[in-house]
């Protein structure tokens, strides 16, 4: 568990820092996908496809979610 909080806090820590990055937003919707946390991980997903609409991780990683 300690791993992810410091993963979590890194990702956030990016996201300060470089708010429009769409990979700092799809790597903390991973974390909070592998959590089990899917409707935060959509809402970063979302984000990041507004940034970035073509962004194949963001499109596959919802799918997925949408799936579920």
Do not use: C
């Not at 700092?24 to 974390?31: E, G, M, T, W």
């Not at 089990?36 to 496809?49: Q, S, W």
């Amino acid at each position: 568990r300690g791993e992810k909080d410091k993963a979590l806090a890194d990702f956030n820590r990016s996201l300060r820092l470089v708010p429009q990055n769409p990979v700092n937003y799809v790597n903390r919707a991973q974390l909070y996908y592998q959590s089990g946390d899917h409707a935060l991980a959509l809402r970063d997903l979302v984000t990041a496809l507004a940034i970035r609409p073509d962004y194949q991780r963001a499109i596959d990683l919802k799918a997925v979610i949408n799936k579920e």
